[in-house]
């Protein structure tokens, strides 16, 4: 799974009562999971974005457990669409 900079930042030192919102590409097999996980991370799935990826935003402190959902492929800032 790639992580972005940023991302790794957030997952290793999470700020306290910070929202952020993330693109997130899960694998084809992987999107009812990763609606779930974000659900039950106290996160909500914002938009759905072309070619499969998704928009999600939930607190800093939940990113690691987001990172440890199988079949995620890659998770970024929502910066890098100018979201």
Sequence with gaps: MYL???VRRMRDDPLDG???ALRVEPADDAREALETRVESLGGSLERELRF???VVSLAESAVS???ELDG???IE???T???
Aim: proline share 5%; aromatic share 4%; with cysteine.
């Design 4 to 6: 972005s900079h940023p």
């Design 18 to 20: 910070e929202v952020v």
């Design 52 to 54: 499969g990826g998704v």
């Design 65 to 67: 457990d987001l990172c």
């Design 72 to 74: 995620i492929e890659r």
């Design 77 to 79: 800032t929502a910066d």
């Design 81 to 83: 669409l100018g979201y």
